[in-house]
Structure formats: C-alpha cells, structure tokens
C-alpha cells in the first residue's frame, strides 16, 4: 500500500470518526432535552444516534462522560457569541465582569443549557476549551495592569470560575437573593483589589445584548 493511499484512508477514517462521535452528541441533545441531564441510559443515546452499543462505547465509557462533552461544546458554543461581546471593552477589569455576568444569564436564559453546566461542576474538560482561554487572558491584562491584586493567576481564575459556575447553580434553584449576580460581580472585584465605588459601578453597569441561540439544549426559559 503506498503512502498517498493510507493518507488518503487516514484521513477518511478521522473524519468518520468525527461524523459519529458529532451524531452522538447532537442525538445526545435530544434526548437530554427530553429526559434532563441525569436520567438517560446508553441505551437512550444508541437509539437516538442509531449505532450499535461498541461504537458508543469507542467514544463514550459512561452517560456522564457524554454530559460532560456536550457540556464542554456547548460552553464553547455560548463563549463564541459572548466573547465578541467582552472584547468591546479595553478595560481587562471590566471584561473579566462583563464576560462573567453575560455568561450566567445565558444559562438563567437557557435553563436547560444551565442545569448541564451545574451537573458537570468545574471539571477542566466539561466547561470547554474556551472558557478557560478566555478567562485567563483577561485576569492575565487585569493582573499586568494593576487593576488586580492579586498574587497569581491561577488564584484569581478559580476565584472567579467558582463565582460562576456555583452562581450559575444558585440561579436556576431560584432561590437567589434580588440582584445576585451584580452582588456576586461586585463581592469578586472587591476580593480582587477594586475599591468600593469602582467594584459596584462595574458590577450593576449596562450589559450589551447578547444574540438568540438556537438548538434543543438552547430554548429559552418560558419554552424549558
């Protein structure tokens, strides 16, 4: 066999690969629709999908291992219309806040979306590839400016992921106090170093409007 033909079948061997590991996913959104985030079997997702229980298996070990990579993409997928958002600012500070608050009304805007989010918690590869990137760089510009104090990097993104992501729990419980989001914006700025009167301009500012999204795990909140 020469080397251009196992190129060639390389390569249509990872994009059918893609293609059903993609078809699992999107059937996955479905049925997770459906069911909610914890009550589906695998064999839900093979019906849905259409393939046999060992291809599942080659993608998938657990239904948790599938929530967590539909919640990871579909993080991504809300990161790439919010970012464009938050890079209107100059002020890393006020990205870091912008970013954060346009994100947890995502998920109180896309419920469903949301209850993926506090299923899966803080685990590296269930948030995305993005939300990390995005983050980081902002706490980074903010640190480097002096608009943070605070002594590293990695400190100031766990503070600020646990804020959104517990918050974003506390949300969709509906048992959180008026304003919580701006309470939670502001406790954080003022944790980082902001004076007062700075960290509650910041934290109740106008937001930008974010664009529908569109897909079964994104219906608004009147339709979940």
């Known amino acids: 066999m020469s080397e251009l033909t196992e190129n060639y079948q390389s390569r249509v061997g990872a994009l059918r690969r893609e293609k059903t590991r993609n078809r699992l996913i999107e ?21 849905a999908a259409g393939v046999a229980r060992g291809t599942f298996y080659n993608y998938f070990r657990t ?21 464009p958002l ?13 970013g954060s608050r346009l994100y947890m009304g995502m998920a109180a805007r896309y419920p469903l979306w949301g209850a993926f989010i506090t299923r899966v918690g803080t685990r590296r590869g269930s948030r995305g590839r993005l939300l990390d990137e995005y983050l980081t760089r902002d706490l980074e510009m903010a640190i480097a400016k002096g608009r943070f104090h605070v002594g590293h990097v990695t400190i100031a993104r766990d503070m600020a992921l646990g804020s959104i ?19 939670a914006m502001f406790a954080l700025l003022r944790a980082f170093g902001v004076d007062e009167e700075e960290a509650h301009h910041m934290a109740w500012a106008p937001l930008p409007e974010c664009p529908e ?12």
């Open 213 to 224: 999204l569109s897909g079964v795990i994104f219906r608004p909140a009147s339709e979940a």
């Open 27 to 47: 059937s996955a959104l479905v049925v997770f629709a459906e069911k909610g985030p914890d009550a589906p079997s695998i064999d839900d997702f093979i019906a």
């Open 63 to 83: 239904p948790a291992e599938l929530l967590s990579a539909v919640a990871g993409e579909s993080s991504d997928e809300v990161l790439a219309v919010v970012d």
């Open 86 to 98: 938050v890079q209107t600012f100059d002020d890393p500070a006020q990205r870091v806040v912008v």
């Open 165 to 183: 992501m517990y918050g974003i729990e506390t949300l969709l419980s509906h048992e959180a106090p008026a304003e919580y989001v701006e309470n």
